[in-house]
């Protein structure tokens, strides 16, 4: 007994000496840091740029999180490449909000208050762009979402930007896809009733739909952590849809197309949204999904010659195709490097009006105009699924499908 | 319209019996020790991630009876070192120290959902938050039937163990009273350890079975299936073998039978007011006997 209240003992006594050091340490930093902030002799041109990203890079959306990081690490260096901003480099500070709300409320408040940036990049989900975006706006940060797609989060003020199309038009270009483009009429609708996402598309595609003259004969909705949907798929299937629209997240998209195959529904009568866009729907699905178009933001053999180039400068350093989260980080980073040089001042207000006033910039996801709602006015991509590949079909409306 | 509420049924029955599987662990555990094991989701996990490597390993598609037979006996065999594990590290000490003490029933709970968070994290830590799906072996048709007749007759083991083994009866035993069965000769701790292993078997089988079936495999899907199974055990009456399979048969059949309904978005409304339904009515679950606590 004695022998494990020494250790006890020992360990509340480290724990003290250590909290005191640190006590020590921070006081003898704070003059200093003081100092160096007023120090007239440090040239403000060297400075690099202080940016904050925020992201998920640890939990449920981890590799979302990673695609983007990567997409605006190619950014950073291109732009610093070629001299950084207004002469000045560009630095991006990287927090980890570990998919969390909470997290992300409290990593981007840090980012702002003590890391002082002048702009934020962030986040993946729309959830937590939310989060950060109310923060941002508060504090008169401007701040670009790179993937948040959800209608609302633009909304919470006039510092929150995105360079994705929203839900909203996403839903309606499907259908006008679908019954414009395709000629079908008689659609089938699958989706999570419990995902704002899924559910959000899927109200928008219905609305389209009827407006468009099309009928949905079929509706079935789940809830996300559902696994098994056979029984969805017979009553779809009975319904007989030429079509049916799933906008839903790619891995649950992996055991509705191997279910439907089984209950002989091909891949190719689906028609979903960005969320299927994931090499793992390619490698565990592939075959039961041949055929099967997309709405998306991007794909790797798109023709526009920005996307080209990213595309080559991605490969080369991670050596393999990036997805549509990559090249968004990209396009949200580049575009912000691009309104920082427009911007008249440095400071975060005239970075802000600087993006407001950005018009046709040609980013790796299509031509970028950011309209009065803060959203980004873009083309969408329609992607096929062809011999194991996320191919691109077209632009939306720009050719007829073959039957 | 009957054609698919019978079709519907086979559904159901094939995704009960996988939630069956999860829910013995559950009730053995408690059956014998009064510890609801919330780590027992993350073995199920865990098991799901062993079979995984180890039907890509054996070569997958190439050689589907090779890779499926011997990545599940692979999951199993891992998943029963881990359940014995989890078992070793977090319980058995808290038990031993913990021998007399007012709040026994309160700390090994705390220690479980500890392990199970540890657990959650350790695979994100060690497979990434990565979304992997099985390679498929059979066609889903035939892995269901697979899944059903497996399930049955691991059950049907099990009674077996439990009814007519020398190691099932001291199973019984400790659940009635475990320190009259250690004054009686028993083992007591090699017991406990044994029915952590048999339960996280069964897990791992139900693991690989699922994942074949109709899921990926990523490191938080045991929370999807530990929920029905925990409320399967619960329906069927907590700490009652056969409870839990008729618990977990009725929880799949309920779930697909919502599916049929416009208001398929609700079914875990429906899982759950059914779960009330029978608990107002039983409170002791649907095979539960009812005991008096002695003072």
Redesign the interface.
């Given at each position: 007994m004695l022998g494990r209240r020494r250790w006890v003992k020992a360990i509340v006594a480290l724990g003290a000496s250590a909290l005191w050091l640190s006590a020590c340490s921070t006081q003898k930093d704070a003059p200093q840091k003081e100092a160096a902030g007023k120090d007239p002799s440090v040239p403000a041109a060297a400075e690099p740029w202080k940016v904050g990203a925020y992201l998920s890079l640890?939990?449920?959306?981890?590799?979302f999180g990673i695609e983007t990081k990567e997409g605006i690490e190619l950014a950073v260096d291109a732009v610093n490449k070629k001299g950084g901003v207004k002469g000045r480099p560009v630095k991006v500070l990287y927090e980890d909000d570990k998919s969390n709300p909470q997290e992300t409320n409290n990593k981007v408040l840090q980012l702002i208050t003590r890391d002082k940036v002048v702009a934020l990049l962030g986040e993946v989900a729309s959830s937590r762009s939310t989060v950060g975006g109310i923060v941002a706006n508060k504090h008169k940060i401007p701040m670009i979402t790179s993937s948040a797609t959800a209608p609302e989060v633009t909304q919470i003020g006039p510092f929150v930007f995105r360079v994705c199309f929203t839900d909203d038009t996403q839903g309606q270009m499907g259908a006008e896809f679908v019954v414009k483009t395709m000629g079908k009429k008689r659609i089938g609708m699958l989706y999570a009733?419990?995902d704002v996402y899924s559910s959000g598309l899927a109200a928008q595609f219905r609305d389209a739909v009827k407006k468009l003259g099309g009928e949905i004969a079929v509706e079935?909705?789940?809830?996300k952590?559902?696994?098994?949907?056979?029984?969805?798929i017979?009553?779809i299937r009975?319904a007989k849809p030429e079509l049916v629209y799933a906008p839903i997240y790619?891995?649950a998209m992996?055991?509705i197309a191997?279910?439907a195959?089984?209950a002989g529904m091909p891949g190719s009568t689906f028609v979903g949204g960005d969320g299927w866009d994931?090499e793992?729907l390619i490698?565990?699905?592939g075959d039961e999904m041949e055929g099967a178009y997309f709405t998306n933001h991007y794909a790797p053999d798109v023709p526009w010659p920005n996307a080209q180039a990213f595309l080559k400068a991605y490969k080369e350093r991670f050596k393999r195709d990036p997805s549509s989260l990559s090249s968004l980080g990209y396009d949200s980073a580049m575009l912000l490097f691009d309104a920082m040089g427009r911007a008249k001042g440095d400071t975060p207000e005239s970075i802000r009006d600087a993006i407001a006033e950005t018009k046709n910039f040609e980013g790796a996801t299509g031509t970028i105009t950011i309209d009065p709602n803060r959203n980004a006015d873009k083309s969408i991509v329609i992607v096929q699924i062809k011999n194991k590949k996320f191919t691109y079909y077209a632009t939306v409306n720009d050719k007829a499908a073959k039957p | 319209m009957a054609m698919?509420i019978l079709?519907?049924l086979i559904?159901g029955l094939a995704?009960g019996s996988m939630i069956a599987l999860v829910a013995l662990g559950y009730t053995m555990v408690y059956g014998i020790l009064k510890l609801i094991n919330f780590a027992h989701s993350e073995v199920f996990m865990m098991g799901a991630f062993l079979g995984f490597f180890g039907i890509t390993a054996l070569g997958g598609k190439d050689a589907p009876l090779v890779a499926g037979v011997g990545g599940t006996l692979l999951a199993m065999f891992f998943a029963g070192l881990l359940g014995m594990l989890v078992e070793r590290i977090a319980y058995a000490p808290l038990r031993t120290r913990g021998k007399g003490k007012a709040n026994t029933r309160i700390t090994p709970l705390v220690t479980a959902l500890g392990m199970s968070v540890l657990l959650q994290n350790l695979a994100?830590l060690l497979f990434?938050?990565?979304?992997?799906?099985y390679p498929?072996l059979l066609?889903?048709?035939d892995t269901r039937k697979v899944i059903f007749i497996s399930a049955f007759s691991v059950m049907i083991a099990l009674q077996f163990l439990v009814h007519k083994t020398w190691m099932g009866k001291a199973m019984r035993a400790l659940s009635v009273n475990i320190e009259a069965a250690r004054l009686m000769g028993i083992r007591t701790s090699r017991v406990i350890s044994i029915t952590f292993i048999t339960g996280s078997v069964l897990a791992a089988l139900g693991a690989v079975l699922?994942c074949l079936?109709?899921?990926?495999v990523?490191p938080?899907m045991g929370v999807?299936i530990g929920t029905r199974a925990f409320v399967a055990a619960v329906i069927g009456g907590i700490g009652n073998i056969p409870g839990a399979m008729l618990g977990g048969l009725l929880i799949g059949i309920i779930?697909?039978m919502t599916?049929?309904t416009a208001y398929?978005?609700l079914?875990?409304v429906l899982v759950f007011t059914a779960l009330i339904a029978v608990l107002l009515v039983k409170p002791t679950g649907l095979l539960g006997k009812a005991s008096i606590e002695k003072v």
């Open positions: 640890s939990g449920a959306e981890t590799q009733s419990d079935k909705s789940f809830i952590t559902e696994t098994n949907f056979t029984t969805y017979n009553e009975d790619y891995n992996v055991p191997r279910q195959k089984a994931a793992t490698q565990d699905a | 698919k079709n519907a559904t995704q994100q990434t938050a990565q979304y992997r799906g498929q066609p889903i048709e699922y079936d109709q899921s990926q990523y938080t999807v779930g697909e599916k049929l398929s978005g079914q875990d």
